[in-house]
């Protein structure tokens, strides 16, 4: 009898009889585990280098950029795929599961650790840096003079530029 994907069981009936031919029967049962066998996949190569994308200079992972690709696990199924973020002093700053779609990282760099765990409870790991650009803020004012077509006189605006 297979019980989920990676433990199985059997049950013996042991019937034991004496030389006055009285008998007796009970059940023995006998469970194991048969995966021991992490799954695998594949991470991005680091480090991964970003421009901030967001208008707080930040970077806003879109779609599955950074999630782990071939998932494959030896028993079937569908692993269960959780992150943790870290500041490079090593401490936590975020975790979920599944796509680190929507996250958003700081400029500098984060250390991104994927573990892949499968129905049996094996789990395999990788890291990898995000490393978010600094942004470029340009401001300042700017002078127009009208071109004796459709403009007259002078004006003054106050403009910041950054990069999208």
Known sequence: MILGECEKRQTWTVIATDACNRSTTCEVTYTWVMDSEAPTFTCPTEPVIVTPNTPDCR???????????????????????????????????????????????????????WTVTDACGNAATCSFVV???????????????????????????RVELTPS
């Open 59 to 113: 970077y806003m992972v879109m779609g599955n950029e950074f999630d782990p690709t071939s998932v494959e696990d030896n028993c079937g199924g569908t692993p269960k795929m959780t992150y943790t973020l870290y500041n490079t002093g090593g401490g936590e700053i975020g975790s979920g599961s599944a796509t680190l779609e929507g996250a958003k990282f700081d400029i500098g760099n984060t250390i991104v650790e």
């Open 131 to 157: 490393r978010v650009q600094p942004c470029i803020r340009i401001t300042g004012n700017l002078i127009w003079e009208g071109d004796n077509t459709d403009m007259t006189g002078v004006g003054l605006a």
